[in-house]
């Protein structure tokens, strides 16, 4: 499609779709997802002159995955966000597939964005294109078409490019999947993000002591924590085991040292970031307040996704709320931004016994808590807490099998933070040492009630909505 075909395509889907959109009762208030159509990775999540800039894979044609384009965001609070519309839409041949996820960089105060250029034959055969746009005066980006094919060796999933500036150049992560089938991340440098080398292979399956480890690793990451260098990744293809890997993706990091010279990242082990059923393709940015935030999808493709009730509304997916990331005894921790408390309408405070704690509204809310004993939280008609000596687990109902499912998470639980909005659940247990996030879908109104012959103490909040017109 031509630009203009876009735009009207466009047009006539937000037109026809917003109020239809707006009237679903499983819309969030204060998390974003997509005005109209489909949502899926954050991308090009950067603070640039001063203020937050986030773009996302969206289809707003259609609540199915194909042809995708970025959409736009800006914030100045990181809560408070105002859509702007489409940055990036399939115009050209090199991305006549889908403008794929990428990141975005401040190029000597132009904000640059690196994304791929998809570009598929036939159902087998594809090729990849990472490519330049830059925004102009209008806020409209100019695109400057690709600067980087396929490297040799490597199918045609090779995407998701992640760039940074460090010591007088810039650097880049890329998913790339090898001609055998293996998941890796490759590194490269370029002066001037026009001219990119190869450095070497960062990570991936059959590299390091990992062993056999997925056919692809979708969105990298890669920044510096606490001394040491991190990589976030979504490895593909890792079979599921008792209680590890039980999502269809997953997504984790892995933390180690750098060789900026051979390529080589000598890691760790795998580590899941989030112990939920869907948090997928994250990105981070660093601001100026030296802090590390990530954010991610509450979602996971190729799952239970088409089966969203959300569809006959005409929309589909949220991302999770900001995240700070920091590193604590050897082990990345995650937390809600603390500009999320500006949500906060008045505190209830309650201790006792947990089955005589009050019923709380539990569309949009905010609990911290404290518990002893056994204690089950239900929300709604559709998820259940259970919180014992074993740790925690989350159960849901699946919204496309009918049944109950669960998750858990071992370990003492000294405190508890719960965030929901009208259709997402996202946990963040001992200060974030853990979390578990999950879409779930408990129709309007959904209660939150108390179980168990535990005791509890918590402050709880309703939460406002966010979204600035
Ligand atoms: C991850 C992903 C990326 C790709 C994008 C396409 O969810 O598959 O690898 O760039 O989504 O929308």
Redesign the pocket.
């Known amino acids: 499609m031509t630009e203009q075909q876009w735009l009207n395509r466009l047009s006539e889907a937000l037109l026809g779709g917003l109020n239809r959109a707006e009237g679903d009762p499983h819309r969030p208030g204060w998390h974003i997802a997509a005005p109209v159509g489909l949502l ?2 954050p991308n090009g999540f950067i603070q640039f002159d001063g203020r937050y800039r986030l773009f996302y ?1 969206w289809n707003p044609l259609a609540c199915a ?1 194909g042809a ?1 384009t970025w959409g736009q965001l800006v914030s100045d609070d990181l809560v408070h966000w105002q859509h702007l519309g489409l940055a990036l839409a399939p115009t050209e041949d090199y991305e006549r597939n ?1 403008c ?2 990428g990141s975005a960089v401040d190029n000597n105060g132009e904000l640059t964005l690196i994304y ?1 250029g998809n570009v598929k034959y036939d159902r087998e055969r594809r090729t990849a294109f990472q490519c330049l746009a830059v925004e102009r005066e209008f806020g409209e980006f100019e695109k400057l078409g690709p600067v980087l094919d396929l490297p040799e060796g490597y199918s045609g999933h090779v ?2 490019p992640k760039v940074w500036w460090h010591d007088g150049r810039w650097w880049m992560v890329l ?1 790339a999947q090898s001609e055998d089938g293996q998941g890796k991340v490759l590194l490269y440098r370029s002066p001037d993000l026009h001219h990119w080398q190869q450095t070497g292979v960062l990570a991936g399956s059959g590299e390091g002591n990992i062993g056999e480890f997925g056919y692809m690793w ?2 990298p990451d890669l920044f510096e924590l606490g001394g040491r260098q991190v990589l976030i990744c ?1 490895p593909q293809g890792l079979p599921a085991e008792a209680e590890r890997y039980q999502n269809l993706y997953q997504c984790g990091w892995l933390a180690g040292e750098l060789d900026w010279h051979s390529g080589r990242l000598a890691h760790g082990d795998f580590h899941e970031l989030d112990l939920g059923f869907e948090f ?2 994250p990105q981070t940015t660093l601001d100026d307040q030296g802090r590390r935030l990530l954010i991610g ?1 509450l979602g996971l ?1 190729d799952d239970n996704e088409p089966a969203q009730p959300t569809r006959d509304y005409g929309w589909m997916n949220q991302l999770s709320c900001p995240r700070v990331l920091s590193w604590r005894q050897g082990h990345l921790y995650q937390n809600p931004v603390p500009e999320l408390a500006a949500l906060r309408g008045e505190v209830l405070r309650w201790q006792g016994l947990a089955v005589q704690a009050p019923r709380l509204q539990g569309g949009r809310a905010e609990l911290e808590l404290d518990v002893s004993g056994e204690v089950r939280i239900y929300l709604g008609q559709a998820a259940v807490l259970t919180l014992n000596a074993d740790g925690l687990e989350l159960r849901r109902l699946n919204w496309r099998s009918g049944e109950w499912e669960s998750r858990r998470w071992r370990g003492q639980v000294s405190d508890l933070r719960l965030l929901l909005d009208s259709s997402s659940i996202e946990l963040f247990i001992n200060g974030g040492e853990a979390t578990m996030s999950a879409r779930y879908f408990p129709g309007a109104n959904p209660e939150i009630r108390w179980g168990g012959a535990g005791e509890i103490r918590f402050c709880y909040w309703p939460l406002g909505s966010a979204w600035v017109e």
Do not use: F, I, L, M
């Open positions: 899926n990775d894979q995955h995708k889908g794929y996820s791929t995407r998701d998913a979708e969105c979504c997928y393709a999808w493709p």
